[in-house]
């Protein structure tokens, strides 16, 4: 049972926060679709990282020199089809392209991920995403800004407290991408000098949802 009390929830929104997350909440998750297309239509575009044949350019080069895509892409697998369907409508408006399926033919980047976390861990400001879906678990590598929703019942105060929910996650033995994920991408690897984005996303948004 979740320990979510207003300590530890007040934990989380600190912690994610020095860990480089923006932390924000909804209290529906049509709030969550407004919010992610919202985030799409105010960033710049993504740049193209690799190779992907047949992807429309974009007429100016990315902060990086590299060439960006002229539609957005917001990638939203595993998610409720009626939450899909307003989602992918409100994108559509925008001229954005909605995918729930297929990311691994958008492996050059996307724009925004959208990923739903199992749980949160207010000791670090840790969110835990799992699945059993490639698709779910690639939203959240190639996306520029990857988006997550945490329900705030869903927040431990710390790390040995989800130790039952990870064992729980192994018993149908399936193969599954559970991800400790605590604010953007960073590495250190090049010279000591510390990047983000270089392994993953360049931004983490956390929307912590009501039950």
């Known amino acids: 049972m979740s320990q979510a009390t207003p300590e530890v929830l007040e934990n989380f929104k600190a912690k994610a926060g020095l860990c480089g997350a923006t932390v924000v909440e909804a209290a529906s998750?049509?709030?969550?679709a407004q919010y992610v297309v919202d985030v799409c239509a105010n960033k710049t575009p993504c740049e193209i990282l690799a190779d992907e044949p047949g992807v429309a350019v974009g007429p100016e080069?990315?902060?990086?020199g590299m060439p960006t895509r002229a539609q957005r892409i917001i990638a939203a697998p595993c998610v409720d089809e009626k939450v899909f369907a307003e989602l992918k409508k409100l994108a559509e408006e925008k001229g954005f392209a909605c995918l729930d399926g297929g990311l691994r033919k958008h492996l050059s980047g996307i724009d925004v991920g959208l990923s739903f976390a199992k749980c949160g861990v207010a000791a670090s400001g840790t969110c835990l995403v799992a699945g059993t879906d490639e698709d779910a678990r690639l939203a959240g590598m190639i996306s520029e800004i990857n988006v997550?929703?945490?329900?705030?019942s869903a927040i431990y105060p710390d790390l040995p407290s989800v130790c039952g929910i990870l064992r729980d996650l192994q018993k149908d033995g399936q193969i599954s991408y559970n991800t400790f994920i605590s604010g953007p991408s960073r590495t250190a690897d090049i010279e000591r000098v510390?990047?983000?984005g270089v392994h993953g996303p360049l931004e983490l948004h956390i929307i912590l949802l009501e039950d």
Request: no cysteine; glycine share 6%.
């Open 29 to 32: 998750l049509s709030e969550v």
């Open 61 to 64: 080069k990315g902060p990086n």
């Open 148 to 152: 997550v929703v945490l329900n705030k």
């Open 194 to 196: 510390p990047a983000v």
